[in-house]
C-alpha cells in the first residue's frame, strides 16, 4: 500500500445528487492533490494543497468543491454533475508541493459514474 | 499540438520479450522526465526519474531520454506478466515533480502473456 487511502473505491451518482470523496494519507505529508483520471487522456491535475492552503485550482468547475480541513486529509465534495465528469478521481500527496525532487504518492482512486 | 504524445495502445508481448514504451513532447523547456507505472484498479506509482538527457537502469528497466530529438522510452528487458500494467510518461520544467509543472501522457497499456 502507498499509504494513501481513497473511499469510496466506487461511486455512482445522479446528476442530483451530492456526494463526497475522501482522501486520507499516512505518510506525514504536507502537499495533497486531486487528479481526474479518463479513459483514453492524461491525469488532468485539479486541485493543490499545501500545508492545508490550496495553491492551485486548475480551471475545475464549481461543481466540484475541495476541502482540505489538515495536512493529512482532503475532500472532494461533488454536487449536480454532468454524464462526462465520470472517470477515475485520483488523490495524491508529497512532502511538499515545492520542495525538489519529490515523488507524488497516489491513492487507488474512486470510479465515478454519473447518470 | 499536445504537449506530451504518448501511444496508449494496447501493447501485447510474449513473456520474456524486450518492450519499448515512447513518448514525445513539444516544449524543449522539459527538464525532468518520468515513468509511472499503474496496475488495474491501482494509482499509478512512480517507476524510474532522470534528469535531461541519457540513460538510467534499474534492474530491467532502462530510461532512456533524447532531448534533441524531444523524445523518451522507457525499456523493459525480459518482461514478465507481472509487468503488465498502464505505463505513463510525464514530464516537468521543474526540479519538483508536483503541481501544474508536472505534465503527464495518456498512458500505453502493456500485456504480457505467459
Known amino acids: 500500500e502507498t499509504g494513501v487511502t481513497q473511499t469510496p473505491r466506487h461511486l455512482v451518482m445522479g446528476m442530483t445528487n451530492k456526494k463526497s470523496l475522501k482522501c486520507e494519507q499516512h505518510?506525514?505529508?504536507?502537499?495533497m492533490y486531486w487528479y481526474k483520471q479518463s479513459a483514453k487522456k492524461p491525469l488532468e491535475l485539479m486541485f493543490v494543497?499545501?500545508?492545508?492552503?490550496?495553491?492551485e485550482n486548475n480551471s475545475v468547475p464549481s461543481r466540484f468543491s475541495p476541502e482540505c480541513p489538515n495536512s493529512s486529509h482532503l475532500f472532494l465534495h461533488l454536487h449536480t454533475l454532468q454524464p462526462e465528469d465520470s472517470a477515475l478521481y485520483l488523490c495524491?500527496?508529497?512532502?511538499?508541493?515545492?520542495?525538489?525532487?519529490?515523488?507524488?504518492?497516489f491513492g487507488s482512486g474512486t470510479q465515478l459514474s454519473v447518470l | 499540438q499536445k504537449e506530451v504524445e504518448q501511444d496508449p495502445g494496447p501493447l501485447s508481448v510474449p513473456e520474456g520479450a524486450i518492450v519499448s514504451l515512447n513518448c514525445t513532447y513539444s516544449?524543449?523547456?522539459?527538464?525532468?522526465f518520468m515513468w509511472y507505472r499503474q496496475y488495474s484498479r491501482k494509482g499509478p506509482e512512480l517507476l524510474m526519474y532522470?534528469?535531461?538527457?541519457g540513460n538510467k537502469e534499474d534492474g530491467r528497466f532502462t530510461a532512456q531520454v533524447d532531448k534533441s530529438s524531444k523524445y523518451i522510452s522507457l525499456f523493459i528487458r525480459d518482461s514478465q506478466p507481472s509487468d503488465s500494467a498502464t505505463y505513463l510518461c510525464?514530464?516537468?520544467?521543474?526540479?519538483?515533480?508536483?503541481?501544474?509543472?508536472?505534465?503527464f501522457g495518456k498512458g500505453t497499456t502493456l500485456s504480457v502473456s505467459s
Open positions: 495524491a500527496s508529497s512532502p511538499t508541493a515545492d520542495s525538489d525532487n519529490e515523488k507524488l504518492f
Open positions: 505518510l506525514g505529508h504536507n502537499a
Open positions: 494543497y499545501n500545508f492545508k492552503e490550496q495553491t
Open positions: 516544449n524543449s523547456a522539459f527538464q525532468y
Open positions: 532522470t534528469y535531461s538527457s
Open positions: 510525464a514530464m516537468s520544467r521543474l526540479q519538483y515533480q508536483a503541481g501544474t509543472a508536472l505534465i
